[in-house]
């Protein structure tokens, strides 16, 4: 059984977003993102990949599919497969999400590999 403790896990740069795993499968991945005030993640979609957004501190500014909001601790957001999507932390204060990507996006990658012929 493997156990995190993410308050242990959170740490911040300066220069950029921190991108931080807590646990990794061939199934999916479960990350810590942890931003300053500024820092972004800028758009991309999964093509076959549905992504969760949870804020545990501070408030994120989420954009999926052209719609943005303000995502404020406790509040999630789905990020569906083929959506362009971004996050800024626009606020005065770092912000922590803990973000889940599933299928895992290697995985779709591994699968058409297999699929074509040699």
């Not at 995190?4 to 479960?30: A, C, G, N, W």
């Not at 005030?37 to 800028?42: F, T």
């Not at 990020?79 to 895992?104: F, K, R």
Request: include cysteine.
């Amino acid at each position: 059984m493997q156990i995190r403790t993410l308050s242990d896990l959170v740490r911040f740069d300066p220069e950029k977003k921190q991108k931080i795993p807590v646990f990794d499968s061939p199934h999916m991945y479960y990350d810590l993102y942890t931003l300053l005030p500024g820092q972004l993640q800028r758009p991309f979609a999964f093509k076959k990949a549905d992504k969760i957004v949870y804020v545990l501190q501070g408030r994120l500014r989420i954009t999926v599919g052209g719609e943005s909001a303000e995502l404020r601790e406790g509040q999630v957001v789905r990020v569906p497969a083929g959506q362009v999507n971004a996050m800024e932390n626009a606020a005065d204060e770092p912000a922590v999400a803990l973000v889940v990507v599933a299928p895992h996006p290697e995985c779709a990658e591994r699968r058409k590999q297999r699929k074509r012929p040699k």
